[in-house]
């Protein structure tokens, strides 16, 4: 069965510094990777997503960056953390492109940024 | 472009009372649909997908949704709700061109807060 880790679980960082998070999935190939950014009452906003290995889309300009050094890991990247870069980033996986219709997604636990 | 709409934030409802979470979307394509539940502090769960076929969509946890074309929504119901089913819900589309599908886009969410 297809699982999928997100680490770490929280993070407090100080305005300025880096940041590197990772995630990872096991059990299927060639997915679709997704980080989604949760700040407090402005649901899910998707930040970057990637189709294959190097192959990021990028949703909204920020102070993020994503890579997608194998196939089944994402990390989402800070050089200078901004106190606007707190919240809850979510990593997700989905079946890629093939004979399967409907991508339904499947979610990592999340990691809980705080920036002070 | 896609866009979701969950125009309540938060609904209120006592146990055992009926519940309907609204959701309307935009696109210019086809897409499916999808509502997503979060616990506090965790990733998304999927209750139900809508991709073809029959309008009405049942779900884990006694949810049900459906689908309306002409009126681009895809509304979610429970018929009789309990204190757990308290979490944030999520309406989701994902837009297909010609058999590929690669991006989730979520509304902002709606808080269900069942009530004793």
């Known amino acids: 069965s297809q699982t999928i880790h997100q680490w770490p679980a929280t993070l407090v960082q100080p305005v300025g510094s880096p940041l590197s998070l990772e995630c990872t999935v096991e059990?299927?190939?060639?997915?679709?990777l997704y980080w989604y950014r949760q700040a407090a009452g402005r649901g899910l906003q998707l930040l970057f997503y990637s189709v294959g290995i190097g192959q990021i889309s990028s949703e909204v300009p920020q102070n993020l960056s994503a890579s997608r050094p194998q196939d089944r890991q994402f990390i989402l990247s800070s050089k200078k953390l901004l106190l606007s870069d707190s919240g809850f980033y979510l990593c997700a996986w989905s079946p890629g492109q093939g004979p399967f219709l409907g991508t339904e997604a499947f979610f990592g636990q999340g990691t809980r940024l705080t920036v002070v | 472009a896609q866009s979701v709409t969950q125009l309540d934030s938060q609904v209120p409802v006592f146990e055992e009372a009926p519940v309907e979470l609204r959701c309307n979307y935009s696109?210019?394509?086809?897409?499916?649909l999808f509502w997503y539940v979060q616990y506090p502090n965790q990733g998304l769960q999927l209750l139900l997908k809508?991709?073809?076929?029959?309008?009405l969509v049942k779900g884990i946890n006694g949810f049900e949704a459906e689908f309306n074309k002409s009126q681009t929504s895809f509304h979610l119901r429970k018929p009789s709700v309990h204190i757990s089913d308290t979490a944030e819900y999520f309406c989701?589309?994902?837009?297909?061109?010609?058999?590929?599908?690669?991006?989730?886009?979520f509304g902002t969410g709606t808080l269900l807060a069942v009530q004793p």
């Open positions: 696109s210019s394509v086809s897409v499916y």
């Open positions: 989701a589309v994902s837009p297909f061109y010609g058999g590929a599908t690669n991006k989730l886009i």
């Open positions: 809508y991709l073809s076929g029959s309008t």
């Open positions: 059990g299927t190939s060639n997915p679709n």
